[in-house]
Nanobody, 122 residues
Framework: QVQLVESGGGLVQAGGSLRLSCAAS????????MAWFRQGPGKEREFVSA????????YYADFVKGRFTISRDNAKKTAYLQMNNLKPEDTAVYYC???????????????WGQGTQVTVSS
């Protein structure tokens, strides 16, 4: 059983940075792959990034590659998404997700957070 709570969203200007956090509760966090998704207004949810339970393998969507960095701290039961050079098109609700499979977590996951709003002004 895993519960996820996102934080760190807010309003920033284009070119700025934000660091999102996903705090997990439950004893099984360290064995789960983690991912970030986002959903803009009127759009489908889309994959952003994923990380293996060891942190040794990461994946990024093409539209964030070179700008975003995913990481995790298993001792703190927290996953992070460092977002640099933000663009207005990055505006969305960002969700963290967890699953025992790195393959599954990149498409759909067993556990989801409630989301945090990121708004990038032009």
């Amino acid at each position: 059983q895993v519960q996820l709570v996102e934080s760190g969203g807010g309003l920033v200007q284009a070119g700025g940075s934000l660091r999102l956090s996903c705090a997990a509760s439950g004893r099984t966090f360290s064995s789960y792959a983690m991912a970030w998704f986002r959903q803009g207004p009127g759009k489908e949810r889309e994959f952003v990034s994923a990380i293996s339970w060891t942190g040794g393998t990461t994946y990024y969507a093409d539209f964030v590659k070179g700008r975003f960095t995913i990481s995790r701290d298993n001792a703190k039961k927290t996953a992070y998404l460092q977002m640099n050079n933000l663009k207005p098109e990055d505006t969305a609700v960002y969700y963290c997700a967890a699953d025992s499979s790195l393959v599954v977590v990149r498409t759909k996951s067993k556990y989801w957070g409630q989301g945090t709003q990121v708004t990038v002004s032009s």
